[in-house]
């Protein structure tokens, strides 16, 4: 079965948008997958730990026929080989991130993996990028789209900046 799968993917370690483009590289040539698609890139301020350089952030999609949880192993065998150091700091610095936002409607939650990313709706740095592609995407679990979760944000939230 040929899965559509969303993939969140940010840097702010070294060249940011580079690190992010050759992500998305190595991630669909590991899955054997197809993209699909790739949003616009945005520099984003950072949340949580606010004493750190800026991310780079977008999304892409892609079909597979890989499970959620093989391609969540392929993730982070990609983010160890591109230097992320697994037990620095929680949402600290990194030179590559790569979160499985979506997989068709999948609902999985285990200790290891939630799809959909249970952040997801939170986050403009994920939710503008992912409406570059796909506005109309539900979220299984929320029953809205994108677009919808997107403008239900506070105008308060970090904003963020497309990429030149």
């Not at 997989?103 to 409406?131: A, G, N, S, Y």
């Not at 592609?133 to 963020?160: R, T, W, Y």
């Amino acid at each position: 079965m040929i899965h559509i799968a969303y993939i969140a993917v940010g840097s702010n370690i070294g060249d940011r948008l580079n690190n992010c483009l050759n992500g998305i590289e190595a991630f669909t040539n590991a899955t054997d997958a197809e993209k699909v698609e790739t949003s616009l890139f945005y520099q984003t301020e950072p949340l949580y730990v606010e004493d750190q350089d800026w991310f780079v952030n977008g999304v892409f999609s892609i079909k597979t026929k890989q499970s959620p949880f093989d391609l969540f192993d392929i993730a982070k065998k990609i983010e160890k080989q591109f230097g992320r150091n697994k037990t620095a700091q929680r949402y600290g610095p990194r030179v590559l991130d790569l979160d499985i936002l979506l997989m068709d409607d999948m609902i999985v939650q285990t200790p290891q993996l939630t799809i959909p990313h249970p952040r997801l709706h939170e986050r403009r740095f994920v939710l503008q990028p992912f409406c570059d592609i796909a506005p109309q995407c539900q979220h299984p679990v929320l029953k809205k789209n994108m677009k919808e979760l997107l403008m239900s944000l506070d105008d308060g939230d970090k904003k963020v900046y497309t990429c030149q």
